[in-house]
C-alpha cells in the first residue's frame, strides 16, 4: 500500500478542491477548445451570469494557491489593447494538463456512477435567450447541449446526438444547411426545425421530422420530443410516414384546399402517402396515426 505524507495530502486536497467548483472544468474545457475567448464569449457559450463567471476566472487566475505570475498559474490574462481595454482568456501549459484529469475523472465517473440514459438533444440558436429558455424547459428530463450558430452545431453533432432542435434561420450557415448536413451524414438523431417563419410547401423537400413555430410552447416542445424519440421504434417506412403526415398536417393547417392541390409537391407527397399506407401493416399505421394526432395535440 502507498502511504502519503501529510504534505501529499494537503496538496491533493487542494487540487480536488479546485477542479471540482462546478465551472472550474467547464471553463478549462471551453478554454482548451476555443481559446483565447474574451469574457463575452466564454459568457455565452456557457450560459452562465457574469459574476459566477467573474468569480471563477478569478479563482483561476488567482486562486489561493498559486501566485499569477508563478509557472504553475492555471489562466493567463493577457492584455491585448489598450484602447478600449480588454482581456483575453486562456490556458497555461499546467492549465492544459489538468484536461488529462478531468478527462480521467470524467471516464472513472462513467465506470463507477452509473451512464445517464436520458436523452441528448442539441439546442442551435443564434439567440442565447432563447437557447436558454429552451434548455431550462428540457433540462429535467433531457440531457442538454448548445450551440450558437450552425458551425458550432456541427462541430457538436456526434452518434450520442439523439435530437437536434434547430433555428431554421441563422447567420452564416443557416439551419437549412445544418440539417442538409446532418442528413448527408446519415446521423441517426431526429430533427426539430423551430422557426419564426410561418411553413410554406418548401418545407415538403426539407429533412426534418417535426416543425414548431418560435417560440413555441413548454409543454408543447417537449411532447413533439417525446413523440419524435418514438419513431426510433418503427422501420424507415412508419418513420417516413409519420413525418410526411406531419408536414402535410401542417401546411393543411396553413393552406387552403384549393392552394393545397394546385402545388405540385404537396401532390406529390399525397401520393407518396398513399404509397407507404400500402405497405405499413395495419398495427403500425394506428399506431403511427396516434403519433402524428399526439404530435399535432389532436385528439
Not at 9 to 33: C, D, F, Y
Not at 46 to 65: G, H, P, R
Not at 203 to 210: H, P, S, T, V, W
Request: glycine share 4%; with cysteine.
Amino acid at each position: 500500500m502507498v502511504r502519503r505524507n501529510d504534505d501529499d495530502v494537503e496538496t491533493m486536497v487542494a487540487a480536488v478542491n479546485l477542479i471540482s467548483k462546478k465551472w472550474h472544468p467547464v471553463i478549462i474545457q471551453s478554454l482548451l477548445r476555443d481559446g483565447p475567448l474574451r469574457f463575452s464569449e466564454l459568457k455565452q457559450r456557457l450560459d452562465i451570469s457574469a459574476k459566477v463567471l467573474t468569480d471563477s476566472l478569478d479563482d483561476l487566475v488567482e486562486n489561493e494557491l498559486v501566485n499569477r505570475n508563478e509557472v504553475n498559474e492555471l489562466v493567463n490574462r493577457n492584455e491585448v489593447s489598450e484602447s478600449p481595454r480588454r482581456v483575453e482568456y486562456d490556458l497555461t501549459r499546467h492549465g492544459r494538463d489538468m484536461q488529462s484529469v478531468i478527462d480521467a475523472l470524467s471516464d472513472w465517473g462513467a465506470e463507477h456512477l452509473g451512464e445517464d440514459t436520458r436523452p441528448v438533444v442539441l439546442v442551435v440558436d443564434n439567440d442565447p435567450r432563447l437557447v436558454t429558455m429552451h434548455a431550462s424547459w428540457l433540462e429535467d428530463e433531457c440531457q442538454i447541449e448548445r450551440a450558437y450558430d450552425g458551425e458550432e452545431a456541427l462541430r457538436k453533432l456526434t452518434d450520442e446526438i439523439d435530437v437536434v432542435l434547430l433555428d431554421r434561420r441563422m447567420p452564416g450557415l443557416s439551419g437549412e444547411e445544418v440539417l442538409d448536413r446532418i442528413r448527408d451524414l446519415r446521423l441517426g438523431c431526429q430533427v426539430i426545425m423551430l422557426s419564426a417563419v410561418e411553413p410554406d410547401f418548401d418545407i415538403l423537400e426539407m429533412g426534418f421530422d417535426a416543425y414548431i413555430v418560435k417560440p413555441g410552447a413548454k409543454e408543447e416542445l417537449k411532447e413533439v420530443i417525446a413523440d419524435v424519440l418514438a419513431r426510433n421504434a418503427y422501420d424507415s417506412e412508419v418513420q417516413e410516414y409519420l413525418a410526411l403526415s406531419a408536414k402535410r398536417a401542417v401546411l393543411q393547417a396553413e393552406k387552403t384546399e384549393g392552394a393545397l392541390q394546385r402545388d405540385d409537391r404537396y401532390r406529390r407527397v399525397e401520393a407518396r402517402l398513399r404509397e407507404l399506407e400500402s405497405s405499413v401493416d395495419d398495427a403500425d399505421e394506428e399506431s403511427a396515426v396516434r403519433d402524428v394526432q399526439a404530435l399535432l395535440n389532436i385528439s
